[in-house]
């Protein structure tokens, strides 16, 4: 039986060097290479892109949309892990875990844009919210999102593992100007009117993301508790392989490296009379980036989806 082709268009990047580790030594696809200096020639590029059955766009956004150009045949499929396409008409957002139905529209996909770190987090507790009819869709929401520094790619990798200058000793709050470019997807993927306010903190560590939302439970479906959300979420996500609800309310500290390594992720309901969190905690270059690109490639060729993932 003929091994499907993948091709990563942008593998030297953190997400393409991950998700290449993910698929080394797999016997079931067959990753065509490219070699180190060709790696940005237009022409070397687009044959790949041809010979592929699968390409993951490891790529910043207008390069990623450059590359879909490319493609000059109709079997081709992309999966893209930029910002490019994650709200765009005609491309399947890659949250297999979404709703119901979600896994189907991937595996028959063309185009399947991957999730954004931060966004995932976010949506991963605001969809099943919204969708069940407990968060409102004009809700002044509110996220905090901590991740470690390699989300922030091979230049921050360096800073923080190399120069260690005193400010990157300290968390760091950043994208002050509210204008993230995760909002767009984690304000549509979630189904909400109204973008939330949203603030991501880097600290002094390599992988891990925390991702939480605050509730005043009267502002939510009459009778919404914390116990509630709690039972909501652990209905909604039941039987998930990759996505789970702590058995318990949040009590104590909540590490943002949980999950390091892993395609895993923990949803944490915590609160008191009125009042409720919801955190969502996993590897930012797991779920959050090359992991998930992993899970979608499976889906869509036809594989096991924990394939490369245990």
């Not at 005193?166 to 470019?181: D, F, M």
């Amino acid at each position: 039986m003929t091994k499907p082709k993948v091709f990563i268009d942008g593998g030297e990047g953190t997400t393409g060097l991950q998700i290449a580790q993910r698929l080394s030594g797999r016997d079931d696809i067959e990753l065509l290479a490219i070699h180190h200096e060709s790696r940005k020639d237009r022409e070397t590029r687009r044959e790949m892109i041809n010979q592929a059955d699968l390409v993951i766009l490891c790529l910043p956004d207008d390069a990623a949309r450059e590359a879909v150009t490319l493609i000059e045949n109709d079997t081709t499929r992309i999966i893209d892990a930029s910002t490019a396409h994650r709200t765009a008409n005609g491309w399947v957002y890659g949250f297999p875990e979404l709703c119901k139905g979600q896994r189907e529209a991937i595996k028959s996909a063309r185009f399947v844009a991957n999730p954004g770190c931060h966004a995932v987090g976010f949506i991963s507790v605001t969809h099943p919210l919204v969708a069940l009819g407990i968060l409102p869709k004009d809700y002044p929401l509110t996220c905090f999102s901590l991740t470690g520094y390699t989300g922030g790619g091979k230049k921050m990798i360096f800073q923080y593992e190399q120069e260690k200058s005193p400010e990157l000793l300290v968390p760091r709050l950043y994208g002050l100007s509210l204008s993230h470019k995760h909002l767009p997807e984690m304000t549509k993927i979630a189904g909400l009117a109204r973008e939330p306010v949203f603030v991501p903190v880097v600290d002094d560590y390599d992988c891990g993301m925390a991702t939480t939302i605050m509730l005043h439970n009267d502002a939510l479906t009459p009778g919404t508790t914390a116990e509630t959300i709690h039972k909501a979420l652990s209905d909604y996500y039941a039987g998930e392989t990759f996505i789970t609800v702590a058995p318990e309310l949040g009590e104590g500290y909540l590490g943002s490296g949980w999950g390091k390594g892993t395609n895993r992720m923990e949803i944490t309901v915590s609160g008191r009379e009125g009042m409720t969190i919801v955190t969502s905690r996993f590897d930012n270059l797991g779920k959050g980036a090359s992991g998930s690109a992993v899970q979608n490639m499976n889906i869509m060729l036809g594989l096991p989806e924990t394939a490369g993932l245990s």
